[in-house]
């Protein structure tokens, strides 16, 4: 003890590796907390009404997007639908709100969910 201060050695913190098990679900829990933020921003009056209404307008912001113009058995306001949920995506992944591994994550659940919607 010098002068007074009294100096506390901290002790050494171990930082353990996680197992592929609880990488995974880490990894699905930012997939699915990166769903609920896409749902919440596509609700939102801000973005609707970004959203054209126009069929041909629609088609275009898919194809800008990458995205397919119509999926097997979609109606006009199911295709909407889809263009908000991509436009509300894609601002969540530019804004930069998400993680990298929830991008990685969510690239592979949004690969299996069009697969599945494709199919039904």
Not at 41 to 61: F, G, N, W, Y
């Amino acid at each position: 003890m010098m002068g007074g201060n009294v100096v506390a050695q901290q002790p050494a913190v171990e930082v353990m590796e996680l197992n592929a098990e609880s990488l995974q679900q880490q990894q699905e829990h930012q997939a699915l907390l990166l769903d609920l933020e896409v749902k919440k921003l596509a609700a939102s009056p801000d973005l609707l009404k970004e959203v054209p209404t126009l069929p041909q307008d629609v088609r275009t912001a898919l194809r800008n997007l990458g995205q397919p113009v119509r999926c097997f058995g979609e109606t006009l306001a199911d295709v909407r639908k889809r263009l908000t949920l991509s436009m509300a995506r894609q601002t969540i992944l530019t804004k930069g709100i998400v993680t990298a591994t929830a991008v990685t994550a969510d690239a592979s659940t949004s690969t299996s969910t069009s697969t599945s919607t494709s199919t039904s």
